[in-house]
T-cell receptor, first 111, second 112 residues
Framework: DVKVTQSSRYLVKRTGEKVFLECVQDMDHENMFWYRQDPGLGLRLIYFSYDVKMKEKGDIPEGYSVSREKKERFSLILESASTNQTSMYLC??????????FGSGTRLTVV | QKEVEQDPGPLSVPEGAIVSLNCTYSNSAFQYFMWYRQYSRKGPELLMYTYSSGNKEDGRFTAQVDKSSKYISLFIRDSQPSDSATYLCAMYGSSNTGKLIFGQGTTLQVKP
């Protein structure tokens, strides 16, 4: 089975900090995605990547950036964390769109 | 208007009931339809996947797609407390280059 591993389950950061969320997949998937999930708003796509060093903005990229230096690793960066970025962050990977595999999520609290 | 609409619930049923979960969509280009199940504090996991119209059955779960009505359903027979989770529909078409469009998710509680 494909595994998508997110480095932290729970994080607490202070306003203004630079935050790195790491995601690693072990099945050579080309596509990787970062979502945030909030009650009443569902899953919202932040950024995605179809290849190494390639990235595309999703629906809500403001305040975020990403890095994909290696195929298996896709990092989400909060340049200056704010309280409205408190959320559950989910990473996913796929071969071609059918059947994303999600990580377990990182619950980030910004205080 | 959202591309995919899903009633967030919550939906509460007694154990053994038949559960019907539904999504409507607006983009006629969607060809691939999926249902994900998400337990509390976990990531979503793929439950079922169908291509184009028709039915697909897997144990107690049946997925239906009606492209003429732009309507998809997930039926759960003999529901169990372990089925309590949030169910998300997702879909995409060839023009989406692999980017899934998700519904908001329906929270289901099956009471013993």
């Amino acid at each position: 089975d494909v595994k998508v591993t997110q480095s932290s389950r729970y994080l607490v950061k202070r306003t203004g900090e630079k935050v790195f969320l790491e995601c690693v997949q072990d099945m050579d998937h080309e596509n990787m995605f970062w979502y945030r999930q909030d009650p009443g708003l569902g899953l919202r796509l932040i950024y995605f990547s179809y290849d190494v060093k390639m990235k595309e903005k999703g629906d809500i990229p403001e305040g975020y950036s990403v890095s994909r230096e290696k195929k298996e690793r896709f990092s989400l960066i909060l340049e200056s964390a704010s309280t409205n970025q408190t959320s559950m962050y989910l990473c996913a990977s796929s071969l071609g769109g059918v059947g994303y595999t999600f990580g377990s999520g990182t619950r980030l609290t910004v205080v | 208007q959202k591309e995919v609409e899903q009633d967030p619930g919550p939906l509460s049923v007694p154990e053994g009931a038949i559960v019907s979960l539904n999504c409507t969509y607006s983009n006629s280009a969607f060809q691939y339809f999926m249902w994900y199940r998400q337990y509390s504090r976990k990531g979503p996991e793929l439950l079922m996947y169908t291509y184009s119209s028709g039915n697909k059955e897997d144990g107690r779960f049946t997925a239906q797609v009606d492209k003429s009505s732009k309507y998809i359903s997930l039926f759960i027979r003999d529901s169990q407390p372990s089925d309590s989770a949030t169910y998300l529909c997702a879909m995409y078409g060839s023009s989406n280059t692999g980017k899934l469009i998700f519904g908001q998710g329906t929270t289901l509680q099956v009471k013993p």
